[in-house]
Structure formats: structure tokens, C-alpha cells
């Protein structure tokens, strides 16, 4: 209760809507309060997982931890903006792939790494720098993105703010779990598994409301939305995996680094382009549907990669015990 009262607390400071906004404006409710509040809540989830120990795990693993860090903050940028040009995306929706782009791999790139037989300590070490980090260079990408592609009609967006809202979405809730994880060990094990199943169906309302609340949109650019995030789904994971065994990477790491390349946290997107664009009509962002459309299709994108890691290590076990 402690937590959540504090996770609250940060929320409304956070947020650009008053309270007494809240009550005239009923229909926002769900968006500018129950999104972000369960993003910090997953983010939080993700912070109870984590220990000290995480953040300094890259410098015993420095080879594959600086491929990965190059895929996802310089190479994974540049081939969303491409893949936005190519695609012929232009206006929101490009920017939500651009916020997409930029955004952390979350806990779900940590459960699909455990699950294709990945490291998953370096993994998790990905997940807590990246995540502190996205917060300073998310904000500077999308300004720059919403300037080329949105031009004139560009929205004054305060970047510095959008910094310190990401902040206390994301990173602090991080810093809070940890803390309760240091502190009170035993009870935050406990807490762990209840709170990742509440973290995990928070995630699947999210993306289920992002396309719901957006449906005509999404029918109308699904021709284009579609294919540019399967495209940069598929593209991020083969670079991530080939630029590791290009420089002599284990499999086992090479699998982390392709799936924290080409893995996206979907929640932080789609609440971010709500932050930044309020939708009119009370729904969710045009600048956050991206995001939701990548929150269903990574799933079934990626399957064949585990498949096929898992066939690979089913393989290589059977043929060390012959």
C-alpha cells in the first residue's frame, strides 16, 4: 500500500491534468490516470526483479553488452526512420514508430530470452541501463522526429518535461521495487510472481484498449502500419543476432542481444504518445497506435525465432551426448 500510494502520488505530479480536470472530464480518466498509473506499476514489477548486482553486470560481459547497447540507442533509431520513410509513414503515425524505436525492452524481452534459452542475466542488465537511459534520449529523438515528420503542425512539446515525466513513470518506480527488493528480500521474492501476473495483464488491457479506442485508424493505415512494424520487428532481430556472432558471441548471448534489439517495451510507447498528444476525443493518441499494433504482432513475429532456438539447443545437447 505504502508503494502504491507513492506510485499515486508521483502520477499526479506528473501529470498535466489537474484534478479537478479529472472529475469535469470523466472519458480521460482511463488515459490520463489508469495508463500511466499502470505503467509505473509495471515498471515497478520490473524493479522488483532487479538487485544492484544487475547494472554492473556489463562490465564482466562488456563485448556483448556494448553490441547491444549500440543496436537498440543508435542502430534500432535509424532503422525505425528509415523503415517510417520507406513504408511512406508520415505524420503521428511515424512519430509513434519513432517513440516505438526508442522505447526500452521491459519485462517482456527478459521472459522471451529466458524462454529461447538466452542469458538472461544480461538480459536483465540490459533492461535496467537501457530503461534509465531511455529517459533522456527518448525525449530528444522524438522532438527531433515530431519536427521532420509532423512540420509545421507540429505540437509545442516540452522536452525537458517529458524527461521528468518519464522519470517518474518509468525509473523511479524501477528504483522503488529495487529498493524494497534490497531491503526486505523475502517478502519482495514473495511479492514477485503475484505482482509480474498483475503487471502482465495490465500490459494485454493496454494494447487491447490502444487498438479498440483507435480501430478506424488502424483500418485505415494497417496496409502501411502493419508490414513497418513487422519489418522493423524482423530487421532488429537479425541485425541484433548477426552483429553479435560477427564478433565472436556466444549463442546463448547472441540470442539476448538479438531479442533486447528487436524487442520493445509496447506499454511505454503507447503511454508516452498519449503524454505527448492528448487524442480529442478522449481516446488514446494516435501517436500511441504503433505501439498497441506492436504489442500484438511481436509475439507471433518472434515464435519462430524461439522455435528455432529451441530446436537449435535440443540439437546441439543431443549431439554432445552422442
Same mark, same amino acid.
Given at each position: 500500500?505504502?508503494?502504491?500510494?507513492?506510485?499515486?502520488g508521483?502520477l499526479?505530479?506528473?501529470?498535466?491534468?489537474?484534478a479537478?480536470?479529472?472529475?469535469?472530464?470523466?472519458?480521460?480518466?482511463?488515459?490520463?490516470v489508469?495508463?500511466?498509473?499502470?505503467?509505473?506499476?509495471?515498471?515497478?514489477?520490473?524493479?522488483?526483479?532487479?538487485?544492484?548486482a544487475?547494472?554492473?553486470l556489463?562490465?564482466?560481459?562488456?563485448?556483448?553488452?556494448?553490441?547491444g547497447?549500440?543496436?537498440q540507442?543508435?542502430?534500432?533509431?535509424?532503422?525505425?526512420?528509415?523503415v517510417a520513410?520507406?513504408?511512406?509513414?508520415d505524420?503521428?503515425?511515424?512519430?509513434? #514508430?519513432?517513440i $516505438?524505436a526508442c522505447?526500452p *525492452?521491459?519485462?517482456?524481452?527478459?521472459?522471451? !530470452?529466458?524462454? %529461447? &534459452?538466452g542469458?538472461?542475466a544480461?538480459s536483465?542488465?540490459y533492461t535496467a541501463?537501457?530503461?534509465v537511459?531511455?529517459?533522456?534520449?527518448?525525449?530528444?529523438?522524438?522532438?527531433?522526429?515530431?519536427?521532420?515528420f509532423?512540420?509545421?503542425v507540429?505540437?509545442?512539446?516540452?522536452?525537458?518535461?517529458?524527461?521528468i515525466?518519464?522519470?517518474? #513513470?518509468?525509473? $523511479?518506480?524501477?528504483?522503488? *521495487?529495487m529498493?524494497?527488493?534490497?531491503?526486505? !528480500?523475502n517478502? %519482495? &521474492?514473495?511479492m514477485?510472481?503475484s505482482v509480474?501476473?498483475?503487471?502482465?495483464?495490465?500490459f494485454?488491457i493496454?494494447v487491447i484498449?490502444?487498438i479498440?479506442?483507435?480501430?478506424?485508424?488502424?483500418?485505415?493505415?494497417?496496409?502501411t502500419?502493419?508490414?513497418?512494424?513487422?519489418?522493423?520487428n524482423?530487421l532488429?532481430?537479425?541485425i541484433?543476432y548477426?552483429?553479435?556472432?560477427l564478433f565472436n558471441?556466444?549463442?546463448?548471448?547472441?540470442?539476448?542481444v538479438?531479442?533486447?534489439?528487436?524487442?520493445?517495451?509496447?506499454?511505454?510507447?503507447i503511454?508516452?504518445?498519449?503524454l505527448i498528444?492528448?487524442?480529442?476525443?478522449?481516446?488514446?493518441s494516435?501517436?500511441?497506435?504503433?505501439?498497441g499494433?506492436?504489442?500484438?504482432l511481436?509475439?507471433?513475429?518472434?515464435?519462430p525465432?524461439?522455435?528455432w532456438?529451441l530446436?537449435k539447443?535440443?540439437?546441439?545437447?543431443?549431439?554432445?551426448?552422442?
Amino acid at each position: 500500500m505504502v508503494v502504491l500510494s507513492i506510485l499515486v502520488g508521483l502520477l499526479l505530479i506528473s501529470l498535466p491534468v489537474q484534478a479537478q480536470d479529472l472529475v469535469e472530464e470523466e472519458g480521460n480518466v482511463i488515459i490520463d490516470v489508469v495508463l500511466p498509473l499502470a505503467l509505473a506499476f509495471i515498471m515497478f514489477s520490473l524493479g522488483l526483479g532487479l538487485t544492484r548486482a544487475d547494472f554492473f553486470l556489463v562490465f564482466n560481459e562488456p563485448k556483448a553488452f556494448a553490441i547491444g547497447f549500440f543496436n537498440q540507442m543508435i542502430a534500432l533509431p535509424i532503422i525505425g526512420f528509415s523503415v517510417a520513410i520507406l513504408s511512406g509513414l508520415d505524420g503521428e503515425l511515424a512519430v509513434g #514508430l519513432m517513440i $516505438l524505436a526508442c522505447c526500452p *525492452g521491459g519485462v517482456t524481452s527478459n521472459i522471451l !530470452t529466458k524462454l %529461447a &534459452k538466452g542469458d538472461t542475466a544480461l538480459s536483465i542488465s540490459y533492461t535496467a541501463v537501457i530503461s534509465v537511459i531511455a529517459v533522456f534520449t527518448l525525449p530528444l529523438i522524438v522532438g527531433f522526429s515530431m519536427s521532420y515528420f509532423m512540420g509545421e503542425v507540429v505540437p509545442d512539446i516540452d522536452i525537458l518535461g517529458l524527461g521528468i515525466t518519464m522519470f517518474l #513513470l518509468t525509473t $523511479l518506480p524501477v528504483l522503488i *521495487g529495487m529498493t524494497i527488493r534490497h531491503r526486505v !528480500t523475502n517478502m %519482495a &521474492k514473495l511479492m514477485e510472481r503475484s505482482v509480474n501476473t498483475i503487471a502482465t495483464i495490465l500490459f494485454v488491457i493496454i494494447v487491447i484498449a490502444a487498438i479498440a479506442s483507435e480501430w478506424n485508424t488502424l483500418v485505415e493505415n494497417i496496409g502501411t502500419l502493419g508490414p513497418s512494424v513487422i519489418v522493423l520487428n524482423v530487421l532488429m532481430l537479425g541485425i541484433g543476432y548477426q552483429s553479435a556472432k560477427l564478433f565472436n558471441i556466444d549463442t546463448a548471448k547472441a540470442t539476448t542481444v538479438s531479442i533486447e534489439s528487436g524487442i520493445q517495451n509496447a506499454t511505454v510507447g503507447i503511454t508516452i504518445g498519449g503524454l505527448i498528444l492528448a487524442s480529442p476525443d478522449g481516446g488514446l493518441s494516435t501517436l500511441s497506435l504503433p505501439s498497441g499494433v506492436y504489442g500484438v504482432l511481436m509475439y507471433p513475429i518472434i515464435s519462430p525465432f524461439i522455435y528455432w532456438r529451441l530446436s537449435k539447443t535440443k540439437t546441439s545437447k543431443n549431439d554432445s551426448e552422442e
